[in-house]
């Protein structure tokens, strides 16, 4: 499976556009992107996931370069709620569980 | 509502005994899964069912056992063979097996083993 490299922690002012990196340099051709969120002391959220072409739903949206070797989740306008841990997976088909990195932990500011 | 439910949300025990924490779902999902969490740590699979009567071992399974008798539940021990076992635990299913099908997350177990 490919291995994914988040940044630690990022700081985005409340109503800005909050821009989280993932790097995912050796992922294969069949492997997806897929991005959760865990708030304090809850379960993880399913947010968005992509292969290729970029996508976008009602919570985010998702970034791929061209080459594949690299991602950026979008939240348009952050708020204080979107303060969480958010986890990039590279995701292969088949019966393969997930495997969780320690993610980005985001700070929306007031 | 559809979802996952763990009981209880904290749990506290000594040391030396077997604890079972609890998972139900009534999504119809056929893949359930366990994963404990650390401090500052990300999240690593203990076990997980692909099916009824049957499931496998994750990257930590050593100190822990599972059943999966029906489709709804999968109850998870912690037994005393775990050398640390005060952590975060959730439970989680899926529509199918592997990381495609979106993962549904419970509330957690926080256990503190003294």
């Known amino acids: 499976d490919a291995k994914t490299t988040q940044p630690p922690s990022m700081d985005c002012a409340e109503g800005r556009a909050a821009n989280l990196p993932c790097n995912h340099s050796?992922?294969?051709?069949?492997?997806?992107v897929y991005w959760y969120r865990q708030i304090h002391s809850q379960g993880p959220q399913y947010i968005i996931h992509?292969?290729?072409n970029n996508e976008t739903n009602e919570m985010a949206s998702l970034i791929i370069t061209e080459d594949r070797k690299s991602s950026t989740l979008i939240l348009p306008h952050a708020t204080l709620r979107d303060t969480a841990v958010y986890y990039c997976i590279a995701v292969p088909s088949g019966n393969t569980p997930l495997v969780f990195g320690k993610g980005t932990r985001l700070s929306v500011i007031a | 509502d559809g979802g996952i439910t763990q009981s209880p949300k904290y749990l506290f025990r000594k040391e030396g005994q077997n604890v079972t924490l609890s998972c139900e779902q009534n999504?119809?999902?056929?893949?359930m899964y366990w994963y404990r969490q650390d401090p500052g740590q990300g999240l690593r699979l203990i076990y997980y069912?692909?099916?009824?009567?049957?499931?496998q071992k994750g990257d930590i399974a050593e100190g822990y056992s599972v059943s999966r008798e029906k489709k709804e539940s999968f109850p998870l021990t912690v037994t005393s063979a775990q050398k640390n076992p005060t952590a975060f635990y959730l439970c989680a299913s899926a529509q199918g097996p592997g990381g495609l099908y979106e993962q549904y997350f419970g509330p957690g177990t926080r256990l503190t083993v003294t």
């Open positions: 999504l119809n999902h056929d893949a």
């Open positions: 069912s692909q099916i009824v009567n049957d499931f």
């Open positions: 992509g292969l290729k």
């Open positions: 050796t992922i294969s051709g069949n492997e997806y």
